[in-house]
């Protein structure tokens, strides 16, 4: 079999203490474990700004990473790094995590490649962890799906809007073997997701699962009999959840 070439996505921060980083070993984590031919490195973009860091990786990110089952000791174990004009250069990807912080020091630093940049919005707080996770997921949800990256704006960022009470969405979660010579399947199904949403939704579960998965027509399938840890894990990503089939 061909081995498919690897590309490389960039993660970008200010340190590169704490939310770039905690992106970088996610996204491996995950990236391995669905057999994606990507790899991700994370740099900061003004380390002299992290006069207050303290060790090689903000203790809160290792932890957090450490009690969703991923761990990487060599990653963790490395001291920040400031990014250069030859890691732009290699990736395929370029992320920055906060589009009002690292826009201008792109701008100030590196603007040759400011237009090539997909910029989120994930502030330099405790909290912002899961909100990381979520745009990690669907990352690799497009690039399981093909999609391009989102389009780059350097306007500034819309002001935070209360958003509006959601529908709480139901899944059904079964099993099924027939057909599968003895592996069985977990089956999410029912869903009112589109094909991304899906596909985030699947790549979320294999993650906390440690499993692989797939979508199809229109239900996820999750290797393995994981229905208790699934409805779990629906539950927690606030799902209502119906039981079916045993």
């Known amino acids: 079999m061909v081995k498919r070439a690897e590309k490389n996505v960039l993660f ?9 980083r905690f ?12 057999g994606l031919p990507w790899k991700a490195a994370s740099k900061g973009l003004a380390l002299e700004r992290g006069v207050n860091n303290v060790g090689t990786m903000a203790m809160s990110a290792v932890k957090a990473l450490e009690a969703m089952g991923v761990r990487n000791a060599d990653a963790v174990a490395r001291l920040p790094m400031q990014a250069t004009v030859e890691d732009f250069a290699l990736a395929a990807k370029i992320v920055a995590l ?12 590196f603007p040759a490649w400011v237009e ?23 990352l690799v949800a497009r690039i399981m799906g093909g999609g391009e990256r989102q389009e ?22 079964g099993r099924e ?7 069985g399947v977990t089956t999410v199904f029912d869903l009112a997701l589109d094909e991304t949403g899906l596909r985030e939704l699947a790549a979320t579960l294999k993650q906390r699962c440690g499993t692989g998965g797939t979508v199809k027509v229109g239900r996820i399938e999750i290797q393995g009999d994981q229905r208790e ?18």
């Open 152 to 173: 780059v704006s350097d306007a500034p960022e819309p002001p935070a809007a209360k958003e509006p009470t959601k529908k709480q969405l139901t899944a059904k979660v």
């Open 23 to 34: 992106a970088e070993i996610l996204f491996n984590s995950v990236a391995g474990k669905m």
């Open 12 to 20: 970008l921060c200010t340190g590169n203490y704490y939310r770039s």
């Open 229 to 246: 840890r699934i409805v779990a894990e629906l539950e927690k990503l606030g799902y209502k959840v119906k039981r079916v089939g045993g």
């Open 116 to 138: 090539k940049v997909e910029f989120w919005h994930v502030d330099d707080a405790p909290e912002v962890l899961g909100l990381i996770e979520q745009e990690v997921m669907r």
């Open 177 to 183: 073997t027939a057909g599968r010579r003895g592996k």
């Open 98 to 109: 906060k589009q009002a912080e690292h826009s201008p020091l792109l701008r100030e630093r």
